[in-house]
């Protein structure tokens, strides 16, 4: 059992903030860390790993700290966003000296094993310049379990790469989580996070905004209030009856746009109700679209609840 | 205190084919000067001091020192590969130690090594000036490396300060204001120098050579020590 423990943690750069007052827990099996670009996802990823002190508040793993901790490495993979990894060395070369430098018994035998799991022996001879951005990933994964972590540390692994290898390497990091090691990986992408992992973290604007399994997440994205744009035959009219049902808790009628703003506060009746109601009061319906579900509006709608 | 695999990478990166080109133009440079001062017959003492103090000691060992001491470890901390060394078991003061090692030793293999054989194209054995110079070289070698590695750990920018170092403070201010002469280590070097060779040279170190060991000794291990300190507490952020 390898615990990754943040307690209390906020962490600013000058006047800005970028992870407020953070508290969780991150235990064995796969945890995707969800949030949209800059929520403080990285920073986080980065005090974890060891490369960011907290500005309060602590980070342990299974208690022990991990600023200033050279000691904890013998327990945490790291797969780091950034591309900087020594060009000039052949794959193989690159996850030996890793092996190397993690001062296992047989370093040869380990690389072999690393970059066997993720299937990159056919190309371990050729220099790391001349990879793919799929490849690097790769060899970085491998990199990271060459020493056969309890804890794996992925920041934003599945930019860049093609769907097979983001199959892959789903099937991989899946694997790893059975096997009871602690994953923790950042993403901006929902689809991405509720395929892999069984339970997620979101974060928005540095704050932790919401807990759980991929469904808890879902309903509380999916129950939030939704807003529609509608355009009709007889706007105003088609306002006046929508605002007499349970299912809306405003609307705005926009004469720029030439159509209604409604928000929606009971999704499903909302869905059914709209056109039987049209079809009452012979309206026709000209346009029905969703207007906020951008994943930043809905992360939006995640914090302030 | 050393780690062998932190020595292999820091090589390969130090000798790489741009860097090492880089750090043969200079050595190359002052060979082919003495070769040619030789064969046409113009070599003797004074021309050999000036040349080896002037030109090899003055320039070329500390322009050797910056290319070698913040490219030991600066280049990984701007691309982030030092994340590899970084998320190990191993302690922050050896890899640095390790890279000094590795500087020291490249900046002695480019600076004391051709200056040794300048001298000898030079003037042969005489007067000891070709091994009082390489000696030279080879102690500032140390101070410099140190120096540039720490500085590589402070700055993004420790070529520019390197240079502006290695040209300004070294050359210039030190011409025109004496004092600053004790703080430099060319001015250390030649001390060793001017130790070393025979009596019938001078060299007119501004330093004698106790307190030019002593300030080498103190700026090599300070130096070493903080770099240490301060990659306990380097921070790589994601990039957000």
Redesign the interface.
Known sequence: MTTIRIDHVSRW?GNVV?VNDVTMDVGPGVTGLLGP??A????L??MM?????PSVGTVTLDGATIW?N??V??H???V???????D??TGEEFVR??A????LPDPGAASRRALATVEMEYAQDRRIDTYSKGMRQRVKMA?ALVHEPAVLLL?EPFNGMDPRQRMQLMTLLRRMGEEGRTVLFSSHILEEVEQLAAHIEVIVAGRHAASGDFRRIRRLMTDRPHRYLVRSTDDRALAAALIADDSTAGIELDWNERALRVQAIDFARFTRELPRIARAHDIRLLTVSPSDESLESVFAYLVSA | MYDPTVARLTYRALLGRRRAALLAVLPALLLLIATVVRVMDLADQDVAVNLLSGFALATMVPLIGVIAGTGAIGPEIDDGSIVYLLSKPVKRPTIIVTKLVVAVAVTMAFSALPVLLAGFILVGGDQQIAVAFALAALFASLAYSALFLLLGTVTRHAVVFGLVYALLWETLIGSLMPGARTLSVQQWGLAVADEVVASGVRLDADVSLGPAAVLIAVVTVAGTWYAGQRLKVLTLAGEE
Do not use: C, Q, V
């Open positions: 750069f970028a670009n800059g403080g996802k990285s920073t990823i980065s790993a060891g490369f960011l002190a200033r050279e000691g490495y013998r945490i993979g790291i780091p966003e950034r591309e900087g990894m020594y000039f060395l000296a890793n190397e430098l993690h001062g990199s920041d």
